[in-house]
């Protein structure tokens, strides 16, 4: 299993950005396929966008198509969540997730290991 770490959250104005990181200390981390999802309080965790172990398919939630972009580079065992024009509706606690060389999946149960999170709060 890999060992997630998330940074980059903050407090941001919106139509401000953001850039999330999720990094592993190990050297497998290219083999899982990984996603970010989102808990606001009161609120159920929500898929915001996951890519997969070789980086050939990405998959956004509807709310984030064309504000938000996930990529990752192996070598440096980091997959990271561009958020543009962000709104107060994006404040949550973000989480990192990752799958054994699987496809991206929606649902939270599907993934195996989570990182502790990181707190985004979108100012209006």
């Known amino acids: 299993q890999v060992q997630l770490v998330e940074s980059g959250g903050g407090l941001v104005q919106a139509g401000g950005s953001l850039r999330l990181s999720c990094a592993d200390s190990?050297?497998?981390?290219?083999?899982?396929?990984t996603a970010w999802f989102r808990q606001a309080p009161g609120k159920e965790r929500e898929f915001v966008a996951g890519i997969s172990w070789s980086a050939c398919s990405t998959y956004y939630a509807d709310s984030v198509k064309g504000r938000f972009t996930i990529s990752r580079d192996n070598a440096k065992n980091t997959v990271y969540l561009q958020m543009n024009s962000l709104e107060p509706g994006d404040t949550a606690g973000y989480y990192c997730?990752?799958?054994?060389?699987?496809?991206?999946?929606?649902?939270?149960?599907?993934?195996?290991?989570w990182g502790q999170g990181t707190k985004v709060t979108v100012s209006s």
């Open positions: 997730a990752a799958r054994y060389y699987s496809s991206i999946y929606g649902s939270q149960n599907a993934y195996e290991s």
């Open positions: 190990g050297r497998t981390f290219s083999r899982y396929s």
